[in-house]
Structures are given as structure tokens and as C-alpha cells.
């Protein structure tokens, strides 16, 4: 009963590293989402999927990537990581149609770049 | 700008009360409101979805309320409990360029204290 698994789920960073987040569900959605949560501001979304080898950006892409090579992995890649970028990451899926489906969150990476 | 607000920012209230949690949106065209609840450190997980036509509904002791002509939500809490503490997010998905979009509140932080 995994659902959606992110790692890792605290990380530090130091400015102009990179890394990724990783993100994989068992429950054979072809929606998948990379939101990011900041303190006091509801969550932004930054790259979503609605298949395998389809992606597409959200409102706040710049300073990310992703691929989905597969339907279960939906990875983040953060390049030169910069102060701004410290947040709580959110990897989500949905079974159907965004606009009704019910999105499944996995429990959030805490990333801080120093 | 489609915009979603959510009021109070946060509530402290004692074990057993009731409590109403506001979002107001200016989202349009309007697709459906979903209320989602969120524990310290954890993702968010749905609590109940509204659409237009729909003026209530009740999910155990948790029942959200739809006015679309003034384009307002309430989630009303019956007989908290200390594992209701959590913040409660609303989230309005409306259509732009004909794609959804889902907008985000910055959520209602609830405190039950016994």
C-alpha cells in the first residue's frame, strides 16, 4: 500500500550543487505533478505529466527539469542549486482528468540550499 | 487574477469545539472546489470535492459548503479532536487557454488543544 514515495526526505544543499528528487507510484496513475510548498503560500505547481514520455511546465519551472521514462518515476532535477530554491517539494499523481481527479501526495522532500 | 484566500490564517481551539474554516476565490470559469487536509510533515490527502450544482456535503464530522454566486467555501468542523490539529487547504481548479488550472490557498493552520 505504498502510493506515492518520495526521496530523499531531508536534504542540504550547498549553492550551485545539484540534485534529484526522486518520485515513483504504485498505483498506475498517468497523472503525475512536482509541486513546491513555501512557508505561508499555497502550493506552486512546477512540472507535471500526463503519460510516460510527456511533460510539460507549470507556473514556476525555472531552475528545474523532469522526465518520465516510465509510468511509476517522475524525477526532479535541480541544477545549480540557489538560496531561493529552499522549499518542500511534493511529488503528486491522479488517476484521470486533473480537473477531477483526486491528486495523491507522497510525504515531501525538505530541501535547504546554504 | 484567479486567486484563491482562505480564512482565519490560523485557529486554536480546544478539544470538542466546533470550528468554520473560510476560502474565497475569484476563480472563473469555475470547475470544482476541493478541500484538502494536510498533518505537520505529511502530504496533503483529500477531504470532499464540490462542484457547481452542489451546495453541501458531509464527510463524517467534516461538512463543506459551496455558495458559487458568491464564490465562497466553508469547511465546518463538528466535535473536533486533538487529530483534526492540522492545516486545511482549499483548492478552486478553474480553466485558462483551455487547460485546467488548479489554485492553491495558503490552507488554515488548525490547533486542537485538549
Known amino acids: 500500500n505504498a502510493g506515492v514515495t518520495q526521496t530523499p526526505k531531508f536534504r542540504i544543499l550547498k549553492i550551485g550543487q545539484s540534485m534529484t528528487l526522486q518520485c515513483t507510484q504504485d498505483m498506475n496513475h498517468n497523472y503525475m505533478y512536482w509541486y513546491r510548498q513555501d512557508p505561508g503560500m499555497g502550493l506552486k505547481l512546477i512540472y507535471y505529466s500526463v503519460g510516460a514520455g510527456i511533460t510539460d511546465k507549470g507556473e514556476v519551472p525555472n531552475g528545474y527539469n523532469v522526465s518520465r521514462s516510465t509510468t511509476e518515476d517522475f524525477p526532479l532535477r535541480l541544477e545549480l542549486a540557489a538560496p531561493s530554491q529552499t522549499s518542500v517539494y511534493f511529488c503528486?499523481?491522479?488517476?484521470?482528468?486533473?480537473?477531477?481527479?483526486?491528486?495523491?501526495f507522497g510525504q515531501g522532500t525538505r530541501l535547504t540550499v546554504v | 487574477k484567479n486567486q484563491v484566500e482562505q480564512s482565519p490564517q490560523s485557529l486554536i481551539i480546544l478539544e470538542g469545539k466546533n470550528c468554520t474554516l473560510q476560502c474565497n476565490y475569484t476563480v472563473s470559469p469555475f470547475s470544482n472546489l476541493r478541500w484538502y487536509k494536510q498533518d505537520t510533515g505529511r502530504g496533503p490527502v483529500s477531504l470532499t470535492i464540490m462542484t457547481f450544482s452542489e451546495n453541501t456535503k458531509s464527510n463524517g464530522r467534516y461538512t463543506a459548503t459551496l455558495d458559487a454566486d458568491t464564490k465562497q467555501s466553508s469547511l465546518h468542523i463538528t466535535a473536533s479532536q486533538l487529530s483534526d490539529s492540522a492545516s486545511y487547504i482549499c483548492v478552486v481548479t478553474g480553466w485558462k487557454d483551455s487547460n485546467y488550472q488548479l489554485i492553491w490557498g495558503a490552507g488554515t493552520k488548525l490547533i486542537i488543544k485538549p
Open positions: 503528486a499523481s491522479s488517476p484521470d482528468q486533473g480537473a477531477w481527479g483526486e491528486a495523491f
